[in-house]
T-cell receptor, first 115, second 111 residues
Framework: IAGITQAPTSQILAAGRRMTLRCTQD?????MYWYRQDLGLGLRLIHY???????GKGEVPDGYSVSRANTDDFPLTLASAVPSQTSVYFC??????????????FGPGTRLTVL | LAKTTQPISMDSYEGQEVNITCSHN???????ITWYQQFPSQGPRFIIQ???TKVTNEVASLFIPADRKSSTLSLPRVSLSDTAVYYC????????????FGSGTRLSIRP
């Protein structure tokens, strides 16, 4: 069982280029999330999805878009990358957005550098 | 939004009990309190979650006073492998847009 996989592991990208970070989970979780973590700081929520076909904005959504065509995949797209988007990106999933417990399972992260 | 305040860093020694306190003065009625652990170059890992009073699992205990404006993560008999960053998170999970991780507490365990 892989849990959550992210690709690529790392990427160096020229400013202005388009980039899609991939995230796949095999736990059949309804909810998925994208976070960014800047050096030495905590995680900030970019976008989330309650279930396939729905998405929502988190704390820092500008410059990013997501889609949720099916349960397993939740790609994050940077339409035109800027240096301030240099960060480590974590994808996460949880069994349900509502309810008493909400343990999120995180992927290994994608380290993105925009030059 | 219920933001959290934690100490930036803490030091302790192997075999000691470590208590990390998180303040969340604006916690809402429906918010749950969750703690995560993060090692370098890894994603966070869930430790424990609670709503009120005390919760205990195989790795930690979580103490929440009646007013719920703070919480304390207790790690019994820490080892070197407990060196990590610990995040306190307060959120009502039916509103994911309100999930906010703080800056975390960097815990260093010494031999």
């Amino acid at each position: 069982i892989a849990g959550i996989t992210q690709a690529p592991t790392s990427q160096i990208l020229a400013a202005g280029r388009r980039m899609t970070l991939r995230c796949t989970q095999d736990m059949r979780h309804n909810a998925m999330y994208w976070y960014r973590q800047d050096l030495g700081l905590g995680l900030r929520l970019i976008h989330y999805s309650n279930t396939a076909g729905t998405t929502g904005k988190g704390e820092v959504p500008d410059g990013y878009s997501v889609s949720r065509a099916n349960t397993d995949d939740f790609p994050l797209t940077l339409a035109s990358a800027v240096p301030s988007q240099t960060s480590v990106y974590f994808c996460a999933s949880s069994d349900s957005l509502a309810g008493e417990t909400n343990e999120q399972f995180f992927g290994p992260g994608t380290r993105l550098t925009v030059l | 939004l219920a933001k959290t305040t934690q100490p930036i860093s803490m030091d302790s020694y192997e075999g000691q009990e470590v208590n990390i306190t998180c303040s969340h003065n604006n916690i809402a009625t429906n918010d749950y309190i969750t703690w995560y652990q993060q090692f370098p170059s890894q994603g966070p890992r869930f430790i424990i979650q609670g709503y009120k009073t005390k919760v205990t699992n195989e790795v930690a205990s979580l103490f929440i006073p009646a007013d719920r404006k703070s919480s304390t993560l207790s790690l019994p008999r820490v080892s070197l492998s407990d060196t990590a960053v610990y995040y306190c998170l307060v959120a009502v999970y039916s509103s994911a847009s309100k999930i906010i991780f703080g800056s975390g507490t960097r815990l260093s365990i010494r031999p």
